[in-house]
């Protein structure tokens, strides 16, 4: 499956922003997708995900901030972030994968990523 991921930006903490991740796939009500993001200098870290039949999970960092969501129909993952923090600032990444346990448990495993967008929280 192809990703292509949007919304990344330049934006004031306490801000919104929305980002977008698009999918190429015939079958992508059956897959669960997932949001990781990269910060300069560190690694790679979960921050939500979302099964194919709507289940979600959040890092602590970004629960009741942050709110993932999917639209089959559109297949479309969506990551709404909102009261947003200077230490949001990092590449954004979707992915997409079989199991919500796939994107959470085993990250490495996943073959499909999307090329990443930029989130920069200014303070």
């Known amino acids: 499956v192809q990703l292509q991921a949007s919304g990344g930006g330049v934006v004031q903490a306490g801000g919104s922003l929305r980002l977008s991740c698009a999918a190429s796939?015939?079958?992508?009500?059956?897959?669960?997708f997932g949001w990781f993001r990269q910060a300069p200098g560190n690694e790679r870290e979960f921050v939500s995900a979302?099964?194919?039949?709507?289940?979600?999970q959040y890092v602590d960092s970004v629960k009741d901030r942050f709110t993932i969501s999917r639209d089959n129909a559109e297949k479309t993952v969506y990551l709404q972030m909102n009261s947003l923090k200077p230490e949001d600032t990092a590449v954004y990444y979707c992915?997409?994968?079989?199991?919500?346990?796939?994107?959470?448990?085993?990250?490495?495993?996943?073959?499909?990523w999307g090329q990443g967008t930029l989130v920069t929280v200014s303070s």
């Open positions: 796939r015939r079958f992508f009500g059956g897959i669960a």
């Open positions: 992915a997409a994968a079989t199991t919500l346990a796939e994107i959470t448990n085993t990250p490495n495993s996943i073959s499909n």
């Open positions: 979302i099964s194919r039949l709507g289940r979600t």
